[in-house]
């Protein structure tokens, strides 16, 4: 965000001239939106910078891919995993394997975080499980009904990704995540 006066920016807190006449550092702080106005100083916002998760170098017209894409080189040829042939140790070399590189999409991305989430808050009651299945103790009712939401939540958000047909949508799923019992 900044104030312009033909196209250049007045830094905030620095004197600056115009038609030969000399402004104080602190003029545009002081100064009337009128007072500015007369001068021709406007103010130029920031441009909006999408979310960067979702869209490559934050632009609208640039999202990531949604879907999983094989990768292939310049010329299309596909990609190839590769991995080290230490057959020889003096000479170690990387070979291809038959498994094509593959970059994950949104999609693939969001739901291994959904997995991750419920991962983390489901193993703070697994001990529960383990006790039930070691010792037969029973889980109490409150832990089952929060780790059945947990489950409820996750798959609830792996369905709605899937069904997610662009980013904006995907926006949306991600910001109804509730995971709370």
């Known amino acids: 965000m900044a104030f312009k006066l033909n196209n250049e920016t007045l830094p905030i807190d620095r004197g600056f001239t115009h038609n030969e ?4 550092r602190n003029w545009l702080r002081l100064s009337t939106q009128e007072d500015k106005d007369r001068l021709g100083i406007t103010w130029e916002a920031d441009p909006v910078r999408h979310d960067d998760r979702y869209y490559w170098n934050g632009e609208l017209d640039n999202p990531k891919a949604m879907e999983d894409v094989l990768a292939v080189d ?4 596909p990609l190839w995993v590769q991995e080290l042939d230490n057959t020889d140790p003096k000479h170690p070399v990387m070979v291809e394997t038959d498994v094509q590189v593959v970059t994950r ?8 975080q959904v997995k ?3 991962g983390s808050l489901l193993n703070q009651t697994d001990w529960y ?3 039930k299945v070691e010792r037969e103790v029973a889980i109490p009712a ?5 780790r059945a939401a947990v489950v409820a939540e996750s798959e609830r958000l792996e369905a709605a990704i899937t069904a997610s047909v662009d980013v904006v949508a995907l926006i949306e799923v991600m910001g109804t995540q509730s995971w709370t019992a």
Do not use: W
Not at 21 to 24: F, G, L, S, V
């Open 116 to 118: 991750s989430t419920a």
């Open 129 to 131: 499980v383990t006790r």
């Open 74 to 77: 310049d010329a299309g040829n």
């Open 105 to 112: 999409g949104l999609k693939h991305q969001k739901i291994q």
């Open 142 to 146: 409150d832990v089952v009904l929060q």
């Open 21 to 24: 006449i000399q402004y104080p």
